[in-house]
């Protein structure tokens, strides 16, 4: 049984995910980004709050916090089987929870698409280049940063079942979209509204 490799990989993958490169960052410019914009210490609020160059940093960080953590999982166990697939994904969740609900930040945190993105390259990477398309094509379509995210985060479901992933792969994906979802919650409601931030396009 490889039950105790789950709760490494949980306990191990939380704790890197609670690294929050956006709150540090905000924090050295005088800035509390749980205070400011969206109260999101990911990369589009940063970006509001510092600037284009302080959110990309902060967005190439974040996904990279996904990336490793899978990455090292997937070699780790890469001669078991399914194994590896299976635990780099729970390990995805594990970073995902940490960067959202962020220990070391009252379980604050961002809203987690960077981090599911590197993670997707290291262990779904077909899903992940249907889902920056996707991305890309709604973003550019709405100028609407939390509608292109909640349609990433709905494909990694879809794609994670059509390219015929592990079972319990797709039901991590499930759980993916559903973090997703949730830290989307106010978006979804401002969405609703009609009062959700609008990206401008430069002339």
């Known amino acids: 049984m490889y039950w105790h490799w789950y709760i490494i ?20 410019n005088g800035v509390n980004i749980f205070s400011s914009g969206s109260g999101s210490s990911g990369a589009t609020n ?6 284009g160059g302080a959110g990309s940093l902060i967005f190439v960080l974040d996904f990279l916090k996904g990336y490793v953590p899978s990455l090292v999982v997937a070699k780790i166990f890469s001669e078991e ?6 635990l780099a994904a729970l390990g995805l969740i594990g970073v995902l929870l940490g960067h959202s609900f962020s220990i070391f930040h009252k ?3 961002g809203k987690g698409i960077a981090s599911t993105m590197g993670g997707l390259l290291a262990i779904m990477p077909n899903t ?15 100028r609407i940063v939390s509608v292109a995210s909640l349609c990433f985060a709905a494909n990694i479901m879809l794609t994670s079942y ?20 949730w830290q ?7 969405l609703l509204n009609g009062t959700e931030y609008k990206f401008t396009k430069k002339l």
């Not at 990989?9 to 050295?28: E, N, Q």
């Not at 940063?46 to 600037?51: E, N, P, T």
């Not at 989307?184 to 401002?190: G, L, Q, S």
């Open 9 to 28: 990989v949980v306990f191990a993958s939380y704790s890197v995910g609670s690294l929050s490169f956006g709150a540090f960052l905000a924090r050295i």
């Open 46 to 51: 940063i970006k509001r709050a510092l600037g």
């Open 81 to 86: 089987n399914c194994l590896n697939v299976r």
């Open 107 to 109: 379980f604050r945190g």
């Open 128 to 142: 992940l280049v249907i889902g920056v398309f996707l991305w890309l094509v709604i973003f550019h379509a709405t």
């Open 162 to 181: 059509l390219f015929s992933y592990p079972k319990d792969c797709i039901a991590y994906a499930v759980i993916i979209n559903g973090i997703i979802f």
């Open 184 to 190: 989307h919650r106010t978006n979804i409601a401002r």
